[in-house]
C-alpha cells in the first residue's frame, strides 16, 4: 500500500517569500493533518480536514498560512508571507476515518529553511 | 500549561538494559493515548496505542493512569534499534478529536 506522499522534499526560501506544499494522502482515508514539526519539539496540528471540509483549524497562523483540500484527496498548504520562525518540518498525516482511536499515518514531511 | 509534557531526555542505556518514559496529560477528559517512535529525520509512526488495562506488546508495555492523568512506556532487553525519540500523543476530547504531541523522549541504546 503506497503511502502518505509530500512534495517537496526540502525547499529553501528567503522571508517574506512565499511557498506552498503538496500532500497525497492514502487512498481512502477521508481525515487529513498538516503539522508543524520546530527542531526539538513535537508535531504541533495546523489544521484537519475531513474529506475537504475543515475540522479544526484552531493554531493555524491564518494572516500568513491557508490551507485546502478541494476534491477531498489532495492537499496544499501555503505560506505568504514566511517568517524565519517557520523553518520547521510541515508533516502531513492521513488516517481511514475521524475518530480518537484511529492511527495516523505520516508522510516524509517537507524541511523548510527560511533565511 | 502544555497538554503534553515528557522528559526529553536524552537517556544512554546500554543493551540489554530496560528503561521506562513516563508523560503527563493535562486534560482529564482525554480520550485516547498513542506512543509514536521517530527516528532521526525522519516521520513519526506508531509504535502502540495504551489502554486503561496496560497492552504489551513483545519488549514494550504500555501503561495509563487516568487518575495521576500519565502514560508510561517500558521498553525490556533494550535493543540498538530501539535508538529513537518516542513520542507521547494524546487524543482530545474536543470536537475534531485533536491529537496533541509531546516533545518526544530521546533514547540512545549502546553497544
Known amino acids: 500500500e503506497a503511502g502518505v506522499a509530500q512534495s517537496p522534499r526540502y525547499k529553501i526560501i528567503e522571508k517574506r517569500q512565499s511557498v506552498a506544499f503538496w500532500c497525497n494522502p492514502i487512498?481512502?482515508?477521508?481525515?487529513l493533518y498538516w503539522y508543524q514539526q520546530i527542531l526539538g519539539q513535537g508535531p504541533k496540528l495546523l489544521i484537519q480536514?475531513?474529506?475537504?471540509?475543515?475540522?479544526?483549524d484552531s493554531q493555524l497562523p491564518k494572516d500568513r498560512f491557508s490551507a485546502e483540500r478541494l476534491k477531498g484527496v489532495d492537499s496544499t498548504l501555503k505560506i505568504q508571507p514566511a517568517k524565519l520562525e517557520d523553518s520547521a518540518v510541515y508533516l502531513c498525516?492521513?488516517?481511514?476515518?475521524?475518530?480518537?482511536?484511529?492511527?495516523?499515518?505520516f508522510g516524509p514531511g517537507t524541511r523548510l529553511l527560511v533565511l | 500549561r502544555k497538554e503534553v509534557e515528557q522528559d526529553p531526555g536524552p537517556f544512554n542505556v546500554p543493551e540489554g538494559a530496560t528503561v521506562a518514559f513516563n508523560c503527563t496529560y493535562s486534560?482529564?477528559?482525554?480520550?485516547?493515548f498513542f506512543w509514536y517512535r521517530q527516528d532521526c529525520r525522519k516521520e513519526p509512526k506508531l509504535l502502540m496505542s495504551?489502554?486503561?488495562s496496560g497492552n504489551e506488546d513483545g519488549r514494550f508495555t504500555a501503561q495509563l493512569n487516568r487518575a495521576s492523568q500519565y502514560i508510561s512506556l517500558l521498553i525490556r532487553d533494550s535493543k540498538l534499534s530501539d535508538s529513537a525519540t518516542y513520542l507521547c500523543?494524546?487524543?482530545?476530547?474536543?470536537?475534531?478529536?485533536?491529537?496533541?504531541f509531546g516533545t518526544g523522549t530521546s533514547l540512545t541504546v549502546i553497544p
Open positions: 498525516a492521513s488516517s481511514l476515518v475521524l475518530g480518537p482511536q484511529e492511527t495516523q499515518y
Open positions: 487512498s481512502g482515508h477521508a481525515t
Open positions: 480536514f475531513q474529506n475537504n471540509g475543515v475540522v479544526d
Open positions: 486534560n482529564s477528559a482525554s480520550q485516547s
Open positions: 495504551v489502554y486503561s
Open positions: 500523543v494524546v487524543n482530545g476530547p474536543n470536537t475534531g478529536n485533536q491529537f496533541y
